[in-house]
């Protein structure tokens, strides 16, 4: 048979890539990174109108213009700022928009920062690509050690790939944080790449900070969001990036050989999510509140396991003291009907650490929380 090449090779040994995907009948599931809400009826009803009035064909490979027009104004909105359509590429999801970035700038050998633990798409693609990801700890609380960061700065490295709010670990980073980061990606002339697919999933008095707040890394800073997570739109697989002009048109080309254009009626969806009402995000965060206050508690009351708080997404990243390893953990549980996902899919650093999604019901959470305390009290 025919043999796949090099480069998928680099990626078929991630724990990312090998995870259980067969689940029995009556399995809890608190592994998916998905909202379980229907999709607002007001955007899918845009692109239903999209497709009636025959917006069916390719558009501008940056993305429809009204759609990114549209993201400018949400920006303005939401942070203060000013962006143009220029400013924006609209990408296939989020994923997508990941492997444009590390495709356009890494060359063989090159190295990109990422933080442990951490969403592992980000080292899947930067290897995929030929590049070297170099893991960079966080604290204890699952914060920045800027320290750490730029102790591992090398003449090879060329950009840093973060998360706020957090997959897995849900910890949103605070002003301080993403300037410090700012402030090492202009001393050592690097890419900074925030991911801030989760911005409008917030907890407490938790705010949001933006990294297009800030002005001086305008030139090298690349905002990356989606609409996957905020209007329960993953299936849709829209996502866009905020960045310098120049810095778009670098990106286009690749983006372009990939996959021309994104899908046109899903973009009028997205314009309807952004300039439609927003209760619709104020109703799915006060449910994400509650199901996050039931797992809080329920976890609190399991022993050998402690958690920090969730500032932000939909996770719990809990820490357990049995004597197995994180993969082992995840295995023991599946088996008896509670899907998690291991720590250290998201990194050395996650050992001994699960990660737990409240995106489903209540009824479900009730019930997979119980059968996950029972499960452990049993565990040697």
């Known amino acids: 048979m025919f043999e796949i090449s090099e480069m998928v090779k680099r990626i078929q040994g991630s724990e990312r890539s090998q995870r259980k995907i067969t689940v029995p009948k ?36 940056y993305g429809d213009r009204e759609l990114r027009e549209a993201i400018c104004l949400s920006l303005k909105r939401d ?57 960079v700890p966080l604290t204890d609380r699952f914060h920045l050690d800027l320290q750490a960061a730029r102790d591992r700065i090398s003449k090879r490295t060329k950009m840093i790939f973060l998360a706020s709010p957090s997959n897995p670990t849900a910890a949103v980073l605070g002003e301080e944080e993403i300037g410090g980061l700012a402030k090492i990606a202009l001393e050592h002339d690097l890419l900074l790449v925030i991911d801030e697919v989760y911005h409008r999933l917030l907890y407490g008095e938790i705010e ?7 002005g001086e890394v305008k030139d090298r800073a690349i905002l990356l969001n989606s609409f996957s997570k905020t209007y329960a739109m993953t299936g ?12 778009i048109r670098d990106l286009v080309g690749f983006h372009k050989a990939l996959v021309i254009c994104v899908n046109a009626p899903a973009q009028k969806g997205c314009v309807a999510a952004l300039m439609g009402p927003q209760d619709c995000v104020e109703d799915m965060t006060a449910e994400y509140t509650k199901r996050m206050r039931l797992v809080e508690k329920a976890l609190k009351g399991i022993e050998r396991i402690s958690t920090p708080p969730c500032e ?69």
């Open 312 to 380: 932000g997404a939909f996770y719990f990243f809990p820490r357990f003291q049995h004597g197995v390893t994180s993969r082992e953990m995840t295995n023991y549980l599946a088996d008896r009907g509670i899907f998690v996902r291991s720590g250290t899919e998201f990194g050395g650093n996650g050992q001994h650490h699960i990660r737990i999604s409240f995106a489903i019901s209540i009824e479900k959470l009730e019930e997979g929380m119980e059968m996950l305390k029972k499960a452990l009290d049993e565990m040697d």
């Open 236 to 247: 849709w697989r829209v996502g866009y990036l905020v960045a310098d002009a120049k810095v």
């Open 208 to 214: 949001h900070f933006s990294i297009c707040r800030i």
């Open 79 to 135: 942070y203060g700022v000013v962006r143009n359509p220029e400013n924006i590429l609209i990408s296939a999801g989020g994923i997508e928009a990941i492997h444009v970035i590390s495709a356009t700038y890494l060359n063989p050998g090159d190295e990109a920062l990422v933080f442990d633990p951490g969403y592992s798409a980000y080292w899947d693609s930067i290897v995929l690509f030929g590049g070297k990801p170099v893991f």
């Open 26 to 61: 009556g399995a809890i599931r608190m592994d998916r990174g998905e909202p379980d809400f229907p999709t607002p009826p007001h955007i899918q009803e845009a692109a239903t109108r999209a497709m009636r009035d025959n917006f069916t064909h390719y558009v501008d490979p």
